[in-house]
């Protein structure tokens, strides 16, 4: 795995419609820009990108949980990619699905719910939202959120922007139930 850079964004959240936030909810968006060791070619077997994934995944895990902070309790989750345009959104997926799932689960201590994702194919600069859900009950609505994440410089055609959002406390404020 070639890593040309990692970008880390902490978002905190202290006031919301006027209201205080109390505890702040905080989400962590850590993407990192990496070669495509598929990119400008087709390839049939892309193990290569699964690998890919689970590595670069432990990586992101690591610094999103860092920069929640020691002892942070992370409710919710998701991922994205932005595949170069010499890629293709094969490649993200096979980094997302397969394998990123475990190294994460593993930082975050546990998740069942599934990761939620998004991919897309762009050029340098190009923004990615991606949804979030609570790691342990995929319906449960407070957490059912999304946060977005550019890299001004990335991805060039044969990179990938491998995105991971861990989040404390679910939107501010929520206060939307599911029925009965």
């Not at 990692?6 to 109390?22: K, L, M, Y």
């Not at 407070?142 to 990938?160: K, L, R």
Request: aromatic letters at 4%.
């Amino acid at each position: 795995m070639e890593i040309r850079k990692i970008v880390v964004q902490v978002e905190e959240t202290f006031r919301s419609a006027g209201r205080p936030v109390d505890p702040p909810a905080r989400k962590a968006v850590v993407a990192a820009v990496v070669t495509n060791p598929c990119a400008g070619r087709y390839v049939e077997d892309l193990s290569i990108l699964e690998a890919l994934g689970a590595d670069v995944a432990a990586v992101l895990a690591a610094q999103a949980v860092a920069a929640l902070g020691d002892g942070t309790t992370v409710t919710a989750y998701g991922k994205g990619a932005v595949v170069g345009t010499d890629g293709e959104l094969e490649h993200a997926a096979a980094i997302l699905h397969p394998r990123f799932g475990a190294p994460v689960r593993a930082a975050v201590g546990g998740g069942p719910s599934i990761i939620p994702s998004t991919k897309k194919t762009g050029g340098p600069g190009a923004t990615i939202t991606m949804p979030l859900v609570n790691r342990d009950d995929i319906w449960s609505f407070d957490e059912m959120d999304g946060a977005e994440i550019s890299v001004p410089d990335a991805p060039h055609p044969d990179e990938v922007v491998v995105c991971l959002v861990l989040a404390t406390g679910g939107r501010p404020l929520a206060r939307t139930r599911r029925p009965g």
